[in-house]
């Protein structure tokens, strides 16, 4: 089965940039989706097929994906940005595979 | 807009079946699919299966043997069903939709806002 590793946690100052990563095999072979997940609140879709963004997400929300890692990334962060962020890609078209999250912490 | 709203039962004892709705509201429910995901404390998200507008199922193969996901369309609802449960399936339990765009897997794009359920004796 397909395996997705993302770091545990992230830090970053306030105004900073965060970056996520997302591993897995040949990943940009896949369409990659971020999820956050603040305290107390339902996932909200924040980057769909690796770089597109919903209406209503800031600009500051960019996705990307290249050989075995896509990445997210968080410019001029603040400190509504502090959640848990989860990828997801589909294995065999029918199974659902999220990351394990990380949770990003502004300090 | 489409809205997702969750409801079920809260405490269910162990050995017993969990069963949660999801009224989908704002939309139709003749195309894309309709899942089941789930978050227990201290761990990230994980999906329990999903159905298609047309029927037909997938679920993950580390609950398949004991779950069962349904649709109604005439009342705009999907269900779950959770069979012999145990304290690990406490967990908060979400509904949402996967929007299906060319043929292309779905992304998750609409969420409800949850249900906690405590399988406790």
């Given at each position: 089965?397909y395996?997705?590793?993302?770091?545990?946690?992230?830090?970053?100052?306030?105004?900073?940039?965060a970056s996520i990563?997302?591993?897995?095999?040949?990943?940009?072979?896949?369409?990659?989706?971020?999820y956050?997940q603040r305290?107390?609140?339902?996932?909200?879709?924040?980057i769909y097929y690796?770089?597109?963004?919903?209406?209503?997400?800031p600009?500051?929300?960019?996705?990307?994906?290249?050989?075995?890692?896509?990445?997210?990334?968080?410019?001029?962060?603040?400190?509504?940005?502090?959640?848990?962020?989860?990828?997801?890609?589909?294995?065999?078209?029918?199974?659902?595979v999220f990351?394990?999250?990380t949770?990003l912490?502004?300090? | 807009?489409?809205?997702?709203?969750?409801?079920?039962?809260?405490?269910?004892?162990p050995?017993?079946?969990?069963s949660?709705?999801?009224?989908?509201?704002?939309?139709?429910?003749?195309?894309?699919?309709w899942?089941?995901?789930?978050?227990?404390?201290?761990?990230?998200?994980?999906?329990?299966?999903?159905i298609y507008?047309?029927?037909?199922?997938?679920y993950?193969?580390?609950?398949?043997?004991?779950?069962?996901?349904?649709?109604?369309?005439?009342?705009?609802?999907?269900?779950l069903?959770?069979?012999?449960?145990?304290?690990?399936?406490?967990?908060m339990?979400?509904?949402?939709?996967?929007?299906?765009?060319?043929?292309?897997?779905?992304y998750?794009?609409?969420?409800?806002?949850?249900?906690?359920?405590?399988?406790?004796?």
């Open positions: 089965s395996v997705l590793t993302q770091p545990l946690s992230v830090s970053v100052a306030p105004g900073g940039t990563t997302c591993g897995g095999d040949n990943i940009e072979g896949r369409s990659v989706h971020w956050q305290p107390g609140q339902a996932p909200r879709l924040v690796d770089s597109e963004r919903p209406s209503g997400i600009e500051r929300f960019s996705g990307s994906s290249s050989g075995n890692t896509a990445t997210l990334v968080i410019s001029r962060v603040e400190d509504g940005d502090e959640a848990d962020y989860f990828c997801h890609v589909w294995d065999n078209i029918r199974v659902v990351g394990g999250g949770k912490t502004v300090l | 807009q489409l809205r997702l709203q969750e409801t079920g039962s809260g405490l269910v004892k050995s017993q079946t969990l949660l709705t999801c009224s989908v509201s704002g939309g139709s429910m003749s195309s894309n699919s899942s089941w995901i789930r978050r227990s404390p201290g761990t990230g998200l994980e999906w329990i299966g999903y507008h047309n029927g037909i199922t997938y993950n193969p580390s609950l398949k043997n004991r779950v069962t996901i349904s649709l109604d369309k005439s009342k705009n609802t999907f269900s069903r959770l069979r012999s449960v145990t304290a690990a399936d406490t967990a339990y979400y509904c949402a939709r996967g929007l299906v765009i060319a043929a292309t897997p779905p998750f794009d609409s969420w409800g806002q949850g249900s906690l359920v405590t399988v406790s004796s």
